[in-house]
């Protein structure tokens, strides 16, 4: 008896396998990370020698066709899978967006995993989500479970990308993050962590002021950790965060 849980990002769709009933915070007992271009290749290669699941979670932000792309590679295990969809409550967090169902579902899923976290810990104050992948999102969860909203903002790729693209002098190779940059690398390597942390430490003081504590500061993703030190803010690195979300949902729903 086992339980897949699937999180499919615009760069890699990233799984784990858990014991039936394993709940958030337990280790995987397998887990992987493919580009999205290499989905067709998961039956054959990552997936081939998984005892069949008995339940599939998933959670995807890139699309039907991917989705679809996905679903193939499971037709040998003779079960279908389910996917997350953002509703107004779920595992103890009521969902503040305007129209639940447009919240990104990773969003969803890792505040729920968040949630999860801080509860398990026997924290009940305000808790920040934030999510370090091809975009960056920042998510606030209020002392009483409720998700008040966050920001979207691009992540380090799509920064340089678009500088290089909109500009005839910015191309240059990675450089370092400094307090004062000095040459062209480095000033756009700060310049998008600046912009990260920055956006990070605001949401991280505004959510204080609300709620009149220090929220819990939360961080994954596949870049959190190139991030990471260059926050000046409390945070914890949890790299499966979704994960953990997708078993809140699942154990939830029962
Ligand atoms: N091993 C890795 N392979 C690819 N990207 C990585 C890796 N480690 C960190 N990254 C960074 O993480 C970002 C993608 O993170 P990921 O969590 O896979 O995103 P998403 O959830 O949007 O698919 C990339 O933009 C890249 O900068
Ligand atoms: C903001 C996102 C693109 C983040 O995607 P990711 O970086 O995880 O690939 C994704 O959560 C999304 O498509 N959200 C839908 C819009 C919204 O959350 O308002
Ligand atoms: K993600």
Same mark, same amino acid.
């Given at each position: ?25 337990? $280790? ?37 066709? /991917?989705?679809?792309? /996905? ?33 990104? #579902? ?32 920042? =998510? ?13 903002? $691009? @992540?380090? @790729? ?14 240059? $190779? ?11 690398? =480095? #000033?756009?390597?700060?310049? @998008? ?28 993703? @596949?870049?959190?950790?190139? /991030? ?9 690195? /949890? ?16």
């Amino acid at each position: 008896m086992s339980f897949l849980a699937i999180d499919i990002g615009n760069t890699r769709l990233k799984w784990a396998v858990y014991p039936d009933g394993a709940e958030p915070g337990s $280790p995987p007992e397998q887990h992987g990370a493919v580009f999205l271009e290499n989905i067709d290749r998961l039956a054959d290669e990552d997936w081939q020698n998984l005892a069949p699941p008995t339940r599939i979670l998933g959670s995807n932000v890139a699309g039907d066709a /991917v989705r679809r792309r /996905v679903e193939e590679q499971m037709e040998h295990w003779d079960l279908a899978a389910r996917w997350v969809v953002p509703s107004s409550e779920a595992a103890g967090v009521t969902n503040g967006y305007d129209h639940p169902t447009r919240l990104g #579902a990773d969003r969803w899923v890792a505040v729920i995993g968040a949630h999860a976290h801080a509860r398990k810990r026997g924290f009940d104050g305000p808790v920040l989500t934030v999510m370090v992948g091809t975009a960056v999102t920042v =998510d606030a969860l209020s002392s009483s479970g409720q998700f008040l909203g966050g920001l979207i903002l $691009p @992540g380090h @790729g799509i920064m340089l990308r678009a500088l290089e693209g909109g500009t005839a002098g910015l191309r240059v $190779p990675t450089g370092e993050v400094r307090d004062f940059p000095t040459n062209t690398s =480095d #000033a756009l390597t700060t310049g @998008g962590t600046f912009a990260i942390t920055g956006a990070i430490e605001r949401m991280s003081r505004l959510l204080r002021q609300r709620e009149g504590r220090e929220p819990l500061l939360l961080m994954t993703g @596949g870049a959190g950790w190139k /991030v990471a030190p260059s926050l000046d803010v409390p945070h914890e690195l /949890v790299e499966g965060l979704i994960f953990d979300g997708l078993l809140a949902i699942n154990a939830a729903r029962g």
